[in-house]
């Protein structure tokens, strides 16, 4: 367990020295990003069982909480680790990739890495950085002009963002005197002015929300998912944007718990799943439903955290661990259906096993017992109908009609798939570009989704007790034990 | 194991040879058979069906901290047996020559029967449910179960099916929201915890609640103005599929809203609101809109001129019907709503039948295109013939006694013009259901029609028999009424009193088996006078001449295009498409909104909100 900056280092390293060890041999720098996730995989996975009585805190090099870099390990952490390294291992495609977009990869997996483990604002920030330097890298891959279109405004929205959150990091240690996490969570609400912590909490949400789709600040998304590879997008809609929703998580939880907080995400969680929504019922091609429908689903997360307590965090993680084990799996899918929906029509007579798994995928997205997704979004509402309150009633009619909205542009598309194609001269018969491996990745994610609405149960509770260690702000403070009251 | 466990993994094994093997002949036998084991299995249960115990299952499941258990009261067990039934019944038809024919066309028969045996499973599910939860997973399945059916037609009838699916969804969620908000309030699933509760909350809470779930189950039924889905997904949804979904499915909502609203909310809440003081309470908007259900509808119906949409039509208004007894809440009205479900699934299904039996050998449903079949399907005619009579609410057939009770208890309650709503709507009945009979048996056979012949048994079995029901239940209804004093006990509703021939209340009393010893000595006495006369010469339709002209099949006689021409000349300035035209404005409303979303994405400078809410915060700061 003390090694577990491993997690950062080696991924870093791995990418400086790529470029050195490809003109050594191509098959090295080939095999070698690969071997050396599934080897951090495997070397994380039994780590799980360390923390499962409690989460362990880690002074880098020994130096204690204020002053050294501590990280913060609990089971949320590993588990997002866990399925950061897998999500990448199964959808990256090493024989395609050239050598530098495979640095970047490890750049962008080692510094999501540092985020999920780091106990330290400052430092989370830093790899933040970092991680948004490798995705424009990785994002502007294809060199079209859409794609420097698109990542040139992702990139405009993304540093202006960091730099408001560095302002709002400022603004913390100017009241406090301290960036790190548990020293943060020991202040009272009367420690520090409340206007002050709002302030900071908006800018900083303001920096992280960009990767995390937050509303207003997911304008970058459609065009970037549109544009980059498909891989790419599914690797930014399913992971990265549930490490950036971790920071917000550890906000709310350790720094944040005030009602207005939970207003001003309430808000942008309602508007955001109301316009990604909306704005997916008038798309007309799938990458782009895809990414406004993911930025919907965001907004639904966040509208869980709105909640106040651990019910909230509970339906927020629920609801992400779902979008992230299914968004990919869809994203795959837009690599050979990334067009223009009316030219998708009749592929059900030739992919038959896609379209079914992707109706399968779907059905769990909107929510139809007994599949998990049904049990996520039962989570929210029961916990939105707790709340007192016109703004969480207005959050439990959003979350009513976009799911209406949802529900009629994608078995509109489940119609387009499934409708015969006329045999006109000018109709040539609709051959894609079939990928085997795609099908069976669609399969394992559709596998697991079936498996674990066999296993509700046993899935709920285990859920449960991640969100309770995870939820647990005087359990953190114990854990980390600062020396220095600020 | 108990009787309730057997019926429910009976129900789900089901779908086993039907997705296995329901291409084949045998495969789709063996499902039929395992819906006859069910329906034994319901037999079984038969005391559940007079009230007097419930069913529970021994195999409970436990979801966050919450037991979801299985149970089956009488209410339950009697739409069971009519889902049972029914899908008995359509499976049968399908199993034979239909399921052949509708496989050579390019269509998956082992995609039907699996949704089939979905939808039946789904229902029972559903039945079952103990507790809001299990009620609202089985809610969902049934919705899903019957988007899947409704699919598996052409393209128009997918096209239905998903605008079937957009209201379904928004009904299903507005009761997920419901059940959120009563769990909240409650924090337990099961109906008799909700009971307790809710006659402690205030009246406001108590009608958002009765609000959410009476549109959701209101829009499964199908009540205007939530009914523009339904009539096309019915009838485009294949033959038999269409004869199950019409008899039964729509009913499920008023199952929930007996359940939800009747049983564990109660109708009180809805008296006491009054909209008009004194005058006109929320209840009686509800039973106006229930009554605007019989007639509009059935108007529709009567101006359609496909012989599955006319019936789908119809469809709507009975529900109306049905709606309209079950919230007059006494003995005599709700029993007429409750006994209305069961002969309308008994006559709707029979029709059904007998109209796919036209398609299957005439190969079309337009009623324009048809005519004379009944020298060539003669027990299709007679299937046909039971069923309107059943339908139009006429003795001896069931559907009368129903209606009869309806009717008597709205003039006992004081409600003449919800009487005359309701005549007028009959009236419409019986004039479409005549255009239905005569346009596709009677008049002149067409030439194209002349090698036609009756329907295999696989096919006309099935529609003697309920016909035979339809008939049996309309001479001795105290056979069904014994149920629905079951379903009136189990949802705290003061049961009728009846006998074998009828009901005997001082309100009122009819004796069936009089009516109908009665009419059946006129006819005697008919056949009497006929058979007595002279010996009956018997001719072909064409054996005849018009004009000092011999007809020939090719000449047309007999129209029946635009039939109710004088009719439409005085009503037709009536259907304005009030509906549709509100629909596409919602449909217009919400593309504005979504293009004005995206015109949100597109816009060039984002980074300029942030720098507004930078500023903004700022400003706070300092």
């Known amino acids: ?486 | 194991m108990m009787v309730l466990d057997q019926l429910i993994i009976i129900a789900l094994l089901t779908l086993l040879p039907a997705a296995v093997a329901g291409r084949t002949r045998t495969g789709a036998w063996v499902a039929t058979g395992f819906y006859a084991l069910q329906l034994y299995l319901l037999i079984q249960m038969a005391g559940v069906g007079s009230g007097y115990m419930v069913a529970s299952s021994v195999m409970p499941i436990v979801v966050w901290q919450q037991t979801i258990e299985l149970q089956m009261s009488a209410i339950g067990w009697f739409f069971a047996v009519i889902t049972v039934g029914s899908a008995l019944a359509a499976s049968c038809f399908a199993s034979g020559s239909w399921g052949e024919h509708y496989r050579q066309r390019g269509n998956s028969l082992g995609a039907f029967h699996t949704a089939l045996a979905l939808n039946v499973a789904a229902m029972l599910l559903l039945l079952s449910a103990a507790d809001i939860l299990m009620l609202f997973i089985g809610w969902e399945l049934v919705s899903w179960a019957g988007f899947l059916l409704m699919f598996l037609g052409g393209r128009a009838a997918r096209e239905a099916a998903l605008h079937y699916l957009t209201y379904a969804i928004a009904g299903a969620m507005a009761i997920f929201v419901a059940v959120a908000l009563i769990y909240s309030h409650v924090g337990q699933f099961g109906f008799e915890a909700v009971l307790s509760s809710v006659t402690r909350w205030s009246l406001a809470q108590q009608l958002v609640v009765i609000g959410l779930l009476g549109f959701g189950f209101l829009i499964k039924m199908g009540i205007m103005p939530f009914h523009l889905w339904q009539a096309a997904a019915y009838a485009e949804a294949p033959g038999p599929g269409a004869a199950f979904l019409g008899a039964i499915s729509a009913r499920m909502g008023l199952f929930a809203l007996m359940v939800m609203v009747v049983q564990v909310v109660s109708l009180t809440p809805l008296i006491k609101t009054e909209l008009v003081t004194g005058l006109f309470s929320l209840r009686d908007g509800l039973l106006w809109m229930a009554a605007l259900t019989i007639i509009l509808p059935t108007y529709t119906a009567l101006k359609q001129n496909d012989a599955r949409w006319l019936l789908a039509w119809h469809g709507i208004g009975q529900g109306g019907y049905m709606l309209l007894g079950i919230l007059l809440a006494d003995s005599m009205g709700s029993a007429g709503g409750i006994l209305h479900i069961f002969n309308y699934a008994t006559y709707q299904l029979l029709l059904f039948l007998a109209v796919t039996a036209v398609v299957f050998r005439a190969g079309t449903a337009n009623l324009n295109q048809l005519g004379g079949l009944v020298t060539r399907m003669p027990l299709s005619f007679l299937a046909m013939l039971v069923g309107i009579i059943g339908l139009a609410g006429i003795p001896p057939m069931n559907g009368f006694v129903s209606k009869w009770l309806i009717y008597r208890s709205l003039i006992t309650e004081g409600m003449p013009l919800l009487f005359v709503a309701t005549v007028i709507g009959t009236l419409g009945t019986i004039l479409s259901v005549y255009k239905l009979i005569h346009n596709t048996f009677l008049g002149q056979l067409r030439a194209e029609h002349h090698e036609i012949r009756e329907v295999p048994i696989s096919m006309w079995l099935p529609m003697m028999l309920l016909a035979a029901v339809v008939f049996i239940t309309g001479f001795m209804p105290g056979l069904a009424l014994e149920w629905v004093a079951g379903v009136q006990v189990a949802v705290g509703l003061k049961p009728i009193t009846y006998t074998l021939g009828g009901v005997e209340t001082i309100n009122g009393s009819l004796n069936m088996i009089f009516v109908v010893s009665v009419l059946f000595f006129g006819f005697g006495v008919g056949a009497l006078l006929f058979y007595s006369g002279n010996r009956s010469h018997r001719v072909n339709q064409l054996d005849n001449y018009a004009g000092g002209h011999f007809l020939t099949s090719e000449t047309r006689y007999h129209y029946s295009a635009d039939f109710y021409a004088g009719l439409m000349h005085l009503i037709g300035g009536w259907y304005r498409g009030s509906f549709l035209w509100f629909e596409r404005g919602v449909v217009m409303t919400l593309s504005l909104f979504s293009n004005g979303a995206a015109l949100f994405y597109r816009s060039i400078h984002p980074s300029l909100y942030l720098l507004a809410t930078a500023v903004l915060v700022l400003y706070m700061v300092v």
């Open chain 1, 1 to 486: 367990m003390q090694q577990i900056a491993l997690l950062v280092a080696v991924p870093l390293l791995g990418a400086f020295l790529l470029p050195s060890l490809a003109r050594v041999h191509l098959l090295l720098a080939r095999w070698g990003v690969p071997l050396l996730l599934l080897g951090l995989l495997l070397w994380t996975v039994p780590l799980l069982q360390q923390v499962e009585s409690g989460a362990v805190a880690i002074a880098i090099g020994h130096f204690a909480a204020p002053l050294g870099i501590s990280f913060y390990v609990d089971q949320l952490a590993l588990w997002l680790v866990i399925l950061l390294l897998a999500v990448t291992l199964l959808i990256w495609p090493v024989f395609k990739s050239k050598v530098h977009q495979q640095s970047l990869l490890l750049i962008l997996i080692g510094s999501a890495c540092g985020i999920i483990l780091s106990g330290d604002i400052f430092n989370i920030y830093v790899f933040y950085e970092l991680l948004s330097v490798a995705s424009f890298g990785l994002v502007v891959e294809r060199r079209s002009g859409a794609a420097y279109a698109a990542t040139l405004r992702y990139l405009v929205v993304s540093s202006v963002g960091t730099v408001l959150a560095l302002a709002g990091i400022a603004l913390i240690y100017n009241a406090t005197g301290t960036l790190n996490l548990a020293d943060l969570a020991r202040l009272e609400s009367s420690d520090w002015d409340r206007t002050k912590a709002i302030a900071a909490f908006t800018l900083l949400i303001l920096g992280f929300g960009v990767k995390a789709e937050l509303f207003p600040l997911n304008q970058w998304v459609p065009e970037v998912y549109g544009a980059a590879s498909s891989r790419i997008a599914a690797l930014m809609a399913g992971v990265i944007s549930k490490v950036a929703l971790l920071i917000i998580i550890r906000l709310v939880v350790l720094l944040f718990p005030y009602p207005e907080v939970h207003q001003l995400l309430m808000v942008l969680a309602i508007a955001g799943v109301l316009f990604g929504e909306l704005a997916a019922w008038q798309s007309r091609d799938f990458t782009r439903l895809l990414a406004y429908s993911s930025m919907g689903q965001l907004g639904l997360v966040f509208m869980a955290l709105a909640i106040p307590g651990e019910a909230g965090v509970l339906a927020a993680v629920a609801l992400a661990l779902h979008h992230l084990l299914i968004k990919p799996a869809l994203f795959l899918l837009a690599e050979s259906w990334g067009r223009s929906l009316s030219q998708l029509r009749g592929l059900w007579y030739t992919q038959p096993l896609k379209v079914a798994l992707f109706i399968l995928l779907i059905l769990s997205l909107l929510g139809v017992p007994p599949l998990p997704g049904f049990w996520a979004k039962w989570l929210l509402l029961s916990g939105l109908a707790s709340l007192d309150g016109s703004l969480a009633a207005m959050a439990l009619a959003v979350v009513a009609v976009a799911t209406v909205v949802e529900v009629s542009y994608l078995f509109n598309l489940v119609r387009i798939l499934v409708d015969e194609r006329e045999q006109t001269v000018q109709d040539v018969p609709l051959t894609l570009p079939h990928s085997r491996v795609t099908g069976v990745l669609l399969s394992l994610a559709a596998l697991i989704l079936v498996a674990a609405s066999f296993n509700i149960a046993a899935v709920g509770q285990h859920l449960q007790q991640i969100v309770q260690q995870a939820g647990d702000r005087q359990h953190y403070i114990a854990v980390v034990k600062p020396e220095i009251k600020p």
